[in-house]
């Protein structure tokens, strides 16, 4: 149905969740505003609405309070960030680094090459860390500043949501300072917000064939911030496996000649498989740990107790994994992004990338379709879909919780890149290589995976490690002890088979 052309609809968009999606999609829509009244007859009217405080109004002392994991921003995310005049220059660009180095630690072996780039691109590969929640304060710092003389834009922050009335089209949410409740209605509500989101609760509930899975990543980690130690470049991304009995880990930059460490465990080991003392309350004890088994590279003393000091005063932290056979709802009038379609596994690094590319592919789509959403919002999921469950699926066995099938895949990907150096039109290199690659999605990177036979070798060991874990936890499986009679009668048997051996070697 065609709209009148001398009317100007007021589409009121709610984003719930203040995350680095949410916050690029209302800059996007404000965006749009502004540079489409010529040929657009919508304009976009967006509430934030977000459970915490506002990281945009801290200051650069008070932000350093709110440290969150290191992440990288690839070509995907870069591109998304940069869709928005201005925004990656004046307010992100500096709190970060870039990566102009990569190493592989085997052991005390360090293994230092060039960021992995794909023989013939044109594109050069872009990998700049930040911390996650200075991302988000740079976002929310834009919309403070530029957005806030619109009468297009409101922000709750303190803000709970706690209801979607998908069939009339409003949420019920309550500001946490006062208690009080409000309904808002919506004309489009993106769900931005996380692994639990409350909006997707609304998929549950209308759609009898929308799929959801939420569980974890199987693992247990910490992360420290701490001193770059000589043995690494301050522009260096490192991964560290098998850097503790049972852990991988990785070494990422950060402004200021620090470093993010983060080690993790597969939860099957933590129990039973790791030292009591990595897991000790005492920061003496969990020093000497550090010193006496990690050996990718060496601390001063006070580095060695500042990192002590850092793991022993937080908890083992545990992330969620979402996948969803679609993300949005033209009945609901829903769209999902960020974690609340795919959470997933940091291991890649492309979690926040691909959130932002969301709210990237959503304008798009917007401006494609003339923001028809009955058009937009399918294909939304249609051309979303694949990317987000490529990336959770490829964040969880692209590595493999038995460490030794890690290591043989990881010698294998070394091999397979040198090949690829001296034989580039014969040989692909590893599969990694394409990841946040300009002109690869995640659903190509998952191709290659499975070609290269990764996906299928560690998923297998995988899935059955995670089900043997389960059974035990939950107790449909409980080892039993052996008897003494059963070692008794083990031994005798064993006793006379020996006695037969003996037996028929001197008949003969």
Excluded at 128 to 153: G, M, P
Excluded at 302 to 323: F, I, P
Excluded at 365 to 390: C, Q
Aim: proline share 3%; aromatic share 8%; glycine share 6%.
């Amino acid at each position: 149905m065609c709209r009148p052309t001398n009317t100007i609809e007021t589409r009121r968009v709610i984003i719930a969740g203040a995350g680095p999606g949410g916050l690029l999609l209302q800059a996007l829509l404000h965006h749009r505003n502004k540079t489409s009244s010529a040929t657009s007859h919508v304009i976009y009217e967006t509430t934030l609405i977000e459970s915490r405080a506002d990281l945009g109004a801290l200051n650069q002392e008070e932000l350093q309070a709110h440290r969150s994991w290191m992440i990288g921003l690839a070509n995907h995310g870069l591109e998304a960030v940069r869709s928005v005049p201005d925004l990656f220059e004046k307010y992100i660009s500096g709190i970060g680094v870039d990566v102009k180095e990569f190493n592989i630690f085997l052991g005390a072996k360090k293994i230092t090459a060039s960021p992995p780039t794909l023989e013939g691109s044109s594109d050069a590969s872009e990998n700049y860390i930040v911390d996650r929640n200075f991302i988000v304060a740079a976002l929310a710092r834009y919309a403070n500043e530029v957005l806030k003389h619109s009468d297009h834009y409101h922000a709750k922050y303190d803000t709970e949501m706690l209801y979607v009335d998908h069939a009339n089209h409003r949420v019920l949410v309550r500001n946490k300072q006062t208690s009080v409740e409000e309904y808002i209605s919506y004309d489009l509500l993106v769900g931005a917000d996380g692994v639990r989101s409350t909006v997707r609760e609304a998929l549950v509930k209308r759609h009898f064939d929308f799929e959801l899975s939420v569980g974890d990543i199987f693992q247990c980690f910490k992360a420290v911030h701490i001193k770059c130690p000589d043995a690494i470049c301050t522009t260096a991304l490192s991964v560290m496996p098998n850097c503790l009995p049972h852990f991988n880990g990785i070494v990422l930059p950060e402004t200021g000649g620090m470093i993010n460490m983060s080690m993790g465990v597969p939860r099957n080991h933590f129990d039973d498989s790791i030292s009591d003392d990595i897991k000790s309350d005492d920061v003496e004890v969990v020093c000497e740990y550090f010193k006496k088994n990690f050996k990718c590279f060496k601390l001063t003393e006070e580095g060695y107790m500042d990192l002590a000091t850092q793991w022993v005063n937080q908890r083992w932290n545990r992330t969620g994994m979402v996948h969803c056979n679609r993300y949005s709802s033209v009945e609901c009038r829903i769209v999902l992004v960020g974690d609340a379609a795919h959470a997933t596994s940091p291991s890649i690094g492309m979690g926040m990338n691909t959130a932002l590319r969301d709210a990237q592919k959503l304008y798009e789509l917007l401006d494609k379709y003339d923001d028809d959403l009955d058009e937009v919002l399918p294909e939304y999921s249609r051309i979303r879909v694949p990317e987000g469950n490529a990336l959770s699926d490829l964040a969880m066995h692209l590595y493999c919780f038995d460490t030794k099938v890690g290591a043989r895949t990881m010698v294998k990907g070394l091999i397979r890149g040198g090949l690829n150096k001296l034989f580039p039109r014969f040989i692909d290199p590893d599969c990694q290589a394409y990841i946040g690659q300009t002109g690869y999605s995640l659903a190509d990177v998952y191709q290659k995976a499975t070609e290269q036979g990764i996906l299928s070798t560690h998923r297998a060991t995988n899935e059955r490690i995670r089900q043997e874990y389960f059974e035990r936890q939950t107790g449909m499986i409980v080892d039993k002890p052996k008897s003494s009679m059963w070692k008794f009668f083990t031994l005798a048997i064993s006793v006379a088979v020996a006695a037969c051996g003996i037996a028929l070697k001197k008949m003969m």
